[in-house]
């Protein structure tokens, strides 16, 4: 159990920028999570992937991102277009049927 | 969708105290789970400790229990014997089948 890694773990780009964050999970974790976090806030739900199927997706997550998980391993979160207000850290978690979230390091994005 | 509440943006405690973090949820489902989650200033969230909701007997690990009024839709936290590497944001979870919602969490300082 490597834990779940996320990659990179800082991005720094400039408005109008496009950028893609990887997640691994924990090998055998079928379920994947991302979430975004601000300064002082909890985690605010984006999106959930049961194996490869993207099962639902946050009304946070516009147009403008989209997350896949094509072999129902690694997951990618692309920003298109970045604003500054999608400057967060963005989380990624996993977990089995009936055991607890596992989360990464996350990666924090500042859009400049 | 389900909601999360912490009211309490900080709370402080003197090391070797105890303290009582809150937190309310309201739901229709019946059949969920609940959990604490720790996140140190090196901000990976860290399982402090979890609830199924279809059992009765109120978790513990260790320092950390929980009282859970399933009624109340309450889950509070509380930590016996406070130490110094306590002092997190604490975020309160609630799950269900699919769907996992964090509050906005607890700044606990602990002093000594």
């Known amino acids: 159990d490597t834990g779940v890694s996320q990659d990179p773990r800082h991005k720094i780009t400039k408005r109008g920028q496009n950028v893609t964050f990887r997640c691994d999970p924990i090998?055998?974790?079928?379920?994947l999570y991302w979430y975004r976090q601000t300064l002082g806030q909890g985690p605010e739900f984006l999106t959930y992937?049961?194996?490869?199927?993207?099962?639902?997706k946050s009304r946070l997550l516009s147009d403008r991102f989209s997350a896949e998980r094509p072999k129902g391993s690694f997951s990618t979160l692309e920003i298109q277009r970045t604003e500054q207000g999608d400057s967060a850290m963005y989380l990624c978690?996993?977990?089995?049927?009936?055991?607890?979230?596992?989360f990464g390091n996350g990666t924090r994005l500042t859009v400049t | 969708a389900q909601t999360v509440t912490q009211s309490q943006p900080e709370m402080s405690v003197q090391e070797a105290e105890t303290v009582t973090l809150s937190c309310t949820y309201d739901t229709s489902e019946s059949d969920y789970y609940l959990f604490w989650y720790k996140q140190p200033p090196s901000r990976q969230m860290i399982l402090v400790i979890r609830q199924e909701a279809y059992k009765q007997q109120n978790a513990t690990e260790n320092r950390f229990s929980v009282n859970f009024q399933k009624a109340a839709k309450s889950f509070s936290l509380k930590i016996s014997d406070s130490q110094l590497g306590d002092a997190a944001m604490y975020f309160c979870a609630y799950r269900s089948d699919n769907d996992m919602r964090f509050g906005a969490g607890t700044r606990l300082t602990v002093k000594p």
């Open positions: 992937f049961q194996n490869e199927a993207q099962l639902e």
């Open positions: 090998s055998e974790h079928n379920r």
């Open positions: 978690a996993s977990r089995r049927i009936n055991s607890p979230l596992h």
